[in-house]
């Protein structure tokens, strides 16, 4: 078996997710099992470059997982010919010169999302990636989970018949920092270090969304800074100046509606973090990031509204579990099944879907839905297909 090494750049590996998603549990177990198979059998296996602002931080982290290569200095690192792809965990508002630079010497793209804080940096970086002949790839995490990919493979199956709408519930309470630590970084919450929750998730809408269901068409959305103040990770009081919640409705070309409720402020009651519920004219699934449960139209109960007396029916108990169905392994972690995906894509010479145009449709969405709640209408999308 011919062995093929591949040095990436990590910028961003002592963050929390270039250190927890990104370095653990995606590149160094793909080192561990012995890089990705590709078509001809090869095995792709993976040297990494940690770049970061801390030289101890980089250091404790090298040391910890046996890596020898590390530097503060990002220049040095892409100007060295023996990284071929640059990685990129920094925060939104450091992303876009970085990405820059890694075009300018020739290196391949993966980035986090967004891609950029506005819509015409974010195609900026798609026509000079396209421009330099760079592969680029975005992380679109989520369509590499199990309960999406059991979601997908009924969409594709027909299982829906005609898909009318589908809701989506996504969020969880965030201690606010005065009393139990918050579960997020701070500048989350700051919107000029590039915070709120319509620049995280709506990008993460838009390629579920477009990808499952449809081109979004437009966008109505609503936004709220709910929780006005919190305290830092020094535990020192700041204004929260991001959103924290938003309600966005999308209506989807062939006339699909989505609502999404995304909100760092609500407490959960549902089976995981996120969860879409499909409804179609021959079945509905209720899906989650791991779970997905179904009830075909032949299945489905007939209830009778009255308010007057208690309803005992059990309406839970009329959905189906969806079996994984996934081989003998079972399904691997979203990140590390996006890495090994690029990584082929790359190698093999094959075009990535998931580029940085397609980061750069998230970016508008978001941009798109913080302008409908300014003004209070309903956006329009035109298609975006080229940069």
Known sequence: MTERRIGIIVNGASGRMGYRQHLVRSLLAIREQGGVELADGTRLVPDLLLVGRNEEKLHTIAERHGLTEWTT???????DDRFEIYFDALVTNLRVANIRKAIAAGKAIFTEKPTAESLDDALALAREAKAAGVVSGVVHDKLYLPGLLKLR??????????????????????????????????????????????ADMFPHWNYVIENLFGRIEDVYAQV?????????????????????????????????????????????????????????TLGSAVVGLWGAKIQPRAATPRPTWNPDVPDAHDYRADWHEIPDNAGPDGFDNGFKAQWEDFLAHWAEGRDYPYDLLAGARGVRLAEAGLESSAQGRRIALEPLTEA
């Open 73 to 79: 200095d990002l220049d040095a690192a892409l100007a």
């Open 153 to 198: 493979r009924l969409v594709e199956e027909g299982f829906f018949g005609r898909i009318l709408s589908v809701r989506g519930e996504f969020g969880y309470w965030v201690f606010e920092g005065d009393g139990q630590s918050p579960q997020r970084p701070s500048w989350n919450y700051r919107a000029e270090d590039g915070g709120g929750i319509v």
């Open 224 to 280: 709220a800074t709910h929780i006005p103040e919190r305290w830092d990770e020094k535990g020192e009081r700041y204004e929260a100046t991001a959103d924290d919640s938003a309600y966005g409705v999308f209506r989807l070309e062939g006339g699909t509606v989505v609502q999404m409720n995304s909100s760092w402020d609500v407490r959960v009651d549902r089976d995981e973090l996120v969860q879409f519920q499909v409804d179609g």
